[in-house]
């Protein structure tokens, strides 16, 4: 299970609240919360994460950080190259 959702099941059942809880909370129907926790839905959309967080009383941060370029370095053409 990825870190994020093993913090959020953790958030959930520190809360003491249930699936049928949440699902009530979010709006999210409760087998599929339950792929949410369990590592079932591979791909689950921000909007899903953000209204899990909610409802188990945590906000969701979306951040970015610099990576090492690993392209490879390209010189830009000349006008004469093109």
């Known amino acids: 299970m ?7 099941k953790q ?3 520190a809360a003491g609240l249930t699936l049928a809880e949440v699902s ?3 709006g999210i129907d409760q087998p599929a919360l339950s792929r949410l926790e369990n590592g079932h ?3 689950p959309t921000l909007d899903t994460l953000w209204r899990y967080a909610a409802a188990v009383g945590r906000r969701l941060l979306l ?3 610099r990576i090492k370029d690993t392209r490879g370095k ?3 053409k ?3 190259e093109i």
Do not use: F, G, V
């Open 2 to 8: 990825p870190p994020l959702l093993a913090e959020l």
């Open 11 to 13: 958030a959930r059942e």
């Open 24 to 26: 009530k909370r979010c």
């Open 41 to 43: 839905n591979k791909n």
């Open 63 to 65: 951040t970015t950080e």
């Open 74 to 76: 390209k010189t830009a």
């Open 78 to 80: 000349t006008a004469s």
